[in-house]
């Protein structure tokens, strides 16, 4: 009877066993079977939310750089300045620099004519001198972002302005040097992006920056000699030697996870009939000016008056250069004196400025149809390993954490 009780109560405690096991058995299942089904469900929705050919790194909010100076031609005497003396003499002349963060904050001194570190074992690799003229043409590639704060726009993107003199003739002794000035370069940030015209505010709430991004927009161009040539706005660069060589260093401060590389495809340029891929989206979406613009700039004609003036000085100054490197020079001369008046005076340069920047409505367009056009297409592998890894932007960017489709 013992014998039949105990089995009695092992068979009874086995049933309360095999039912809690098969409740944990199927509660797993249900659990996996769950899992599996977000899972599916959550790939799905970030095949929907990734941009394709938009490219991201960092975490930080994105920092441009930089510092102006006014430099006065007129103060040199180098030989090699004689037709920059002769073509702006007095006049204002605003020059940009653009750094990467490393260089920007080292310590740097000028021997035997090349600008090196001050201090051992820093770098001044980084650097890179543009006219006020020609930063506004790379500029009109890169869109800051803004937020709104008390009802008006702010940058996203922050300058960080270096202190660093700029000898315009280091092969001179006690040659002449131009200081920076933060003022010019903000009012320079604030020709080519207005919303610098504004507050700036350099610390807010992450949630301010929901829907704030700041764009470089970029092509690439075709190259029957098969060199890798790259557009930001209408300027141009080399890969790998423009990355290499620090001319490219700059973006390293744009590297962040609210900054955004966009590949508008490949441009194309046909010199013969004096146009270009982006005149003929102009001309084909009802941009009529901005196409004529933007052809005037990319095939110019005959010098203007002004140009003409400045182009016998040049050959005055230095009759052994060729006439058509002078010619070119004074072109971008005569918009380089208007535009760095119009900063340092007040005023306004619009008949100068980069067509990009000029007819901002249709360059939007632009940006936003070739995105769209080149969704579902692969960027060349090149981009990546040239320009996209080695500067941190090679990261997807996912939109599922936003609220906007933008």
């Not at 653009?98 to 080292?106: E, G, I, M, N």
């Not at 903000?186 to 020709?191: P, R």
């Not at 002004?306 to 052994?320: C, F, G, H, S």
Request: aromatic share 10%; glycine share 6%; hydrophobic share 40%.
């Amino acid at each position: 009877m013992r014998a039949a009780s105990r089995q009695e109560g092992l068979s009874g405690s086995e049933g309360i066993y095999e039912s809690f096991s098969d409740m944990v058995l199927c509660t797993v299942i249900v659990l996996i079977t769950l899992v599996v089904v977000l899972a599916l469900n959550m790939v799905e929705q970030l095949n929907v939310y990734i941009e394709p050919n938009h490219f991201s790194g960092g975490a930080t909010r994105p920092w441009l750089y930089l510092q102006a100076q006014n430099a006065d031609y007129s103060k040199t005497t180098a030989d090699r300045l004689a037709v920059d003396r002769a073509v702006f003499g007095g006049s204002d002349f605003v020059l940009v620099n653009l750094f990467s963060p490393s260089s920007a904050q080292s310590a740097s001194t000028v021997i035997d004519g090349q600008t090196v570190s001050a201090k051992e074992g820093e770098s001044s690799h980084g650097q890179s001198d543009l006219t006020v003229y020609h930063f506004l043409q790379l500029a009109a590639g890169i869109e800051p972002g803004s937020f709104p704060v008390d009802g008006n726009q702010t940058a996203l993107m922050l300058p960080k302005f270096a202190h660093k003199n700029i000898a315009l003739e280091p092969d001179v002794a006690n040659g002449y040097c131009a200081a920076p000035e933060n003022q010019l370069a903000l009012k320079a940030m604030a020709m080519a992006w207005p919303v610098y015209g504004n507050a700036l505010f350099p610390r807010r709430a992450q949630s301010d920056y929901l829907n704030a991004r700041t764009r470089i927009y970029l092509e690439v161009l075709e190259s029957p000699d098969n060199v890798h040539r790259i557009m930001i706005g209408h300027s141009v660069f080399t890969l790998p030697q423009d990355v290499e060589n620090g001319r490219l260093d700059w973006l390293a401060g744009f590297s962040s996870g609210l900054t955004e590389v966009v590949y508008l495809g490949q441009a194309w340029n046909d010199p013969a009939a004096k146009t270009n891929k982006r005149i003929a989206f102009f001309e084909q979406h009802g941009f009529a000016q901005a196409a004529a613009d933007y052809r005037a700039f990319s095939f110019p004609g005959t010098l203007t008056a002004d140009q003409q003036v400045l182009l016998e000085k040049a050959k005055t100054a230095r009759p052994d250069i060729p006439a058509e490197r002078l010619t070119e020079y004074v072109r971008t001369a005569e918009a380089q004196k208007a535009i760095s008046a119009a900063i340092v005076n007040g005023g306004s340069a619009r008949a100068f400025l980069p067509p990009l920047l000029v007819h901002r409505d249709a360059w939007a367009a632009y940006t936003d149809q070739c995105s769209k056009d080149e969704i579902g297409s692969t960027p060349p592998a090149w981009l990546m390993s040239e320009f996209l890894e080695p500067l941190g932007f090679d990261q997807a960017v996912i939109r599922g954490l936003r609220n906007d489709d933008a």
